[in-house]
C-alpha cells in the first residue's frame, strides 16, 4: 500500500475503534440505577443498593440463604392514567413469590409500590443476579433491571455433585479392586 492509502485506512481504523469504545462505555453504565421511564411513566426497583467496599465491583451483597426482598416503585407523572402488567423474575435458580403478572392501574401522579420475596433454589450459586421487573402499557415497556451479588450460597460454580460409583452385577468387575499392582 502506499502512504496516503495506509493514512486513510488507519484513521478509519482509528475512528471505528473509537465509536466502539463509546457505546460500550455507554453500556456499562446500563444497569445504574435500575430505574426506567417513558412518556411520564417511572418504574425502579428499590432496595439494591450499591455496596462500595469492593475496589472492583459496586453492587449489593444479598444472603442467599435468607428472602431477598424486591420492591418495585412505579410512579405516574403524567396527565393521564395508566394501566398495565407488572412482571418480576429472576432467572432459574431462584423463584419469587406472589402472581407472575399483575395489572396495576395508575391514576395522574399516583404512586405504587409492590412488593415481592425471592428465594433462593439449591442450584444458587456465589454469583451475580439480575432482578427483573417490566411494566407493559400502551405506550411501550418499562424494563428496569437491578444487580446483586448472592453471598453465603450453598455452593460454588466449580463444585460438581460427586458421581456414584457404579454398581457391580454380574458380568461386571472392577479393574481397579482386588488386583495386585505391579
Given at each position: 500500500m502506499n502512504r496516503r492509502v495506509e493514512e486513510i485506512w488507519n484513521g478509519r481504523m482509528f475512528a471505528v475503534l473509537a465509536l466502539m469504545c463509546v457505546i460500550c462505555a455507554q453500556r456499562l453504565c446500563a444497569y445504574y440505577p435500575p430505574r426506567?421511564?417513558?412518556?411520564?411513566?417511572?418504574?425502579?426497583?428499590?432496595?439494591?443498593?450499591?455496596?462500595?467496599?469492593?475496589?472492583?465491583?459496586?453492587?449489593?451483597?444479598?444472603?442467599?440463604?435468607?428472602?431477598?426482598?424486591?420492591?418495585?416503585?412505579?410512579?405516574?407523572?403524567?396527565?393521564?392514567?395508566?394501566?398495565?402488567?407488572?412482571?418480576?423474575?429472576?432467572?432459574?435458580?431462584?423463584?419469587?413469590d406472589g402472581p407472575g403478572e399483575e395489572r396495576v392501574e395508575l391514576a395522574s401522579g399516583e404512586a405504587k409500590v409492590v412488593s415481592?420475596?425471592?428465594?433462593?433454589?439449591?442450584?444458587?450459586?456465589?454469583?451475580?443476579?439480575?432482578?427483573?421487573?417490566?411494566?407493559?402499557?400502551?405506550?411501550?415497556?418499562?424494563?428496569p433491571i437491578a444487580v446483586f451479588s448472592a453471598k453465603g450460597a450453598s455452593r460454588t460454580a466449580w463444585e460438581r455433585p460427586r458421581a456414584q460409583p457404579p454398581k457391580l452385577r454380574?458380568?461386571?468387575?472392577?479393574?481397579?479392586?482386588?488386583?495386585?499392582?505391579?
Open positions: 426506567d421511564s417513558l412518556d411520564g411513566v417511572a418504574a425502579s426497583i428499590q432496595g439494591f443498593d450499591e455496596d462500595y467496599t469492593s475496589p472492583n465491583l459496586a453492587v449489593a451483597a444479598k444472603d442467599a440463604a435468607a428472602p431477598v426482598p424486591v420492591v418495585v416503585a412505579l410512579t405516574n407523572g403524567s396527565k393521564r392514567a395508566v394501566s398495565g402488567v407488572l412482571k418480576v423474575w429472576l432467572n432459574d435458580d431462584w423463584t419469587v415481592r420475596t425471592a428465594r433462593a433454589r439449591p442450584s444458587v450459586l456465589a454469583a451475580l443476579y439480575p432482578v427483573h421487573a417490566t411494566f407493559a402499557f400502551d405506550k411501550g415497556t418499562l424494563h454380574r458380568g461386571v468387575f472392577a479393574l481397579d479392586r482386588g488386583f495386585a499392582h505391579s
